[in-house]
């Protein structure tokens, strides 16, 4: 079992990630801490500070992991995942995203997390500060390893990294962008033109103008911390409900009337109906869906909830009526 003397680990912190990496297995002796239980824990990565009641056994006695998350084996459950590993990396590893009470930053790839005993204050990593607090910081090798394989030492801080490391997820500036992005329905088209009338099986043309905003693609970007993420809006498809109880579903804008084309149908968005509405017009809803994906500076990419915008218009249908 990986065992790490906890009397050095704040006097030499810069060492500490070469000592979880390449440390041989010894036997548990005074000042020792194990790191086994640890790392099963993700975070507490097998360090403790000074001062720390503990027992050289393996299921961590009364030593406190890193991050006051518990005693022994615990730390507590991890909450939902975050994303880890090198940008450029084809994978993209989650990690949990806070875990013993210690945060994961997205950007900087490490978790942080305030010991339960601070070191006293001779001790040389408080710089000889007397406010402030020291803490931990485990980092990612950029592969996605369990913390403590990148970077890992203690720090001082006059103020809270953690409150620091819980800036905005990847999805929430995702959802931040899309918020500045104006999404249109359907500048609705038509033939016959609304205030004209058209006949009982004669085609209907539907389309709408195409513009960023009304069928896409359109992209805002939103950052923070040094994390942007850039989201693109592109319409799936608009669903014309013609008002006598169907349907007709356009993945395409669908394509201008002109009069040379006659009594054609439309090659990719039209109706024919073939009753007289008792109203004399039938009202025609037009729903747009758009589709959001994104995408982050970070390798994190993923899709927002689909939006869906209406446009309306009707349209006069009529009997041709024979004069003898």
């Given at each position: 079992?990986?065992?790490?003397?906890?009397?050095?680990?704040?006097?030499?912190?810069?060492?500490?990630?070469?000592?979880?990496?390449?440390?041989?297995?010894?036997?548990?002796?005074?000042?020792?801490?194990?790191?086994?239980?640890?790392?099963?824990?993700w975070i507490c990565a097998g360090v403790e500070v000074p001062g720390e009641s503990h027992q050289g056994t393996g299921?961590?006695?009364?030593?406190?992991?890193?991050?006051?998350?518990?005693?022994?084996?615990?730390?507590?459950?991890?909450?939902?995942?975050?994303?880890?590993?090198?940008?450029?990396?084809?994978?993209?590893?989650?990690?949990?995203?806070?875990?013993?009470?210690?945060?994961?930053?997205?950007?900087?790839?490490?978790?942080?997390?305030?010991?339960?005993?601070?070191?006293?204050?001779?001790?040389?990593?408080?710089?000889?500060?007397?406010?402030?607090?020291?803490?931990?910081?485990?980092?990612?090798?950029?592969?996605?390893?369990?913390?403590?394989?990148?970077?890992?030492?203690?720090?001082?801080?006059?103020?809270?990294?953690?409150?620091?490391?819980?800036?905005?997820?990847?999805?929430?500036?995702?959802?931040?962008?899309l918020s500045k992005m104006r999404l249109d329905g359907a500048k609705i088209g038509q033939a016959p033109r609304a205030?004209?009338?058209?006949?009982?099986?004669?085609?209907?043309?539907?389309?709408?103008?195409?513009?960023?905003?009304?069928?896409?693609?359109?992209?805002?970007?939103?950052?923070?911390?040094?994390?942007?993420?850039?989201?693109?809006?592109?319409v799936k498809h608009i669903a014309w409900s013609m008002g006598d109880g169907r349907t007709v579903t356009c993945t395409?804008?669908?394509?201008?009337?002109?009069?040379?084309?006659?009594?054609?149908?439309?090659?990719?968005?039209?109706?024919?109906?073939?009753?007289?509405?008792?109203?004399?017009?039938?009202?025609?809803?037009?729903?747009?869906?758009?589709?959001?994906?994104?995408?982050?500076?970070?390798?994190?990419?993923?899709?927002?909830?689909?939006?869906?915008?209406?446009?309306?218009?009707?349209?006069?249908?009529?009997?041709?009526?024979?004069?003898?």
């Amino acid at each position: 079992m990986l065992r790490l003397r906890a009397a050095a680990i704040l006097s030499a912190c810069a060492s500490a990630a070469a000592l979880l990496v390449s440390a041989p297995p010894a036997v548990a002796g005074d000042g020792d801490t194990d790191v086994g239980a640890c790392q099963s824990q993700w975070i507490c990565a097998g360090v403790e500070v000074p001062g720390e009641s503990h027992q050289g056994t393996g299921g961590g006695g009364n030593s406190k992991p890193v991050g006051g998350g518990g005693s022994g084996g615990g730390g507590g459950k991890p909450t939902k995942g975050c994303a880890a590993g090198d940008e450029k990396s084809a994978s993209k590893p989650s990690v949990p995203c806070s875990y013993g009470g210690n945060k994961f930053d997205e950007r900087s790839k490490c978790y942080y997390g305030k010991p339960g005993v601070q070191p006293p204050k001779s001790d040389p990593v408080w710089k000889g500060h007397k406010n402030g607090a020291i803490y931990l910081r485990a980092c990612m090798d950029g592969s996605g390893g369990l913390p403590g394989m990148g970077q890992t030492d203690f720090f001082w801080s006059a103020t809270d990294p953690l409150a620091a490391a819980q800036g905005p997820t990847a999805e929430e500036l995702a959802q931040q962008a899309l918020s500045k992005m104006r999404l249109d329905g359907a500048k609705i088209g038509q033939a016959p033109r609304a205030g004209s009338k058209g006949l009982i099986g004669m085609p209907v043309w539907m389309w709408t103008e195409e513009t960023p905003n009304t069928w896409g693609p359109l992209s805002t970007t939103a950052a923070a911390g040094g994390l942007s993420v850039t989201a693109t809006a592109e319409v799936k498809h608009i669903a014309w409900s013609m008002g006598d109880g169907r349907t007709v579903t356009c993945t395409k804008p669908g394509t201008p009337y002109r009069p040379s084309y006659g009594k054609k149908d439309s090659p990719d968005c039209g109706h024919r109906y073939t009753k007289v509405p008792k109203s004399g017009t039938y009202k025609i809803t037009a729903t747009t869906t758009w589709e959001i994906e994104w995408e982050a500076t970070n390798g994190e990419t993923g899709a927002l909830p689909n939006e869906t915008r209406q446009a309306q218009t009707q349209v006069a249908v009529g009997e041709l009526q024979v004069v003898n």
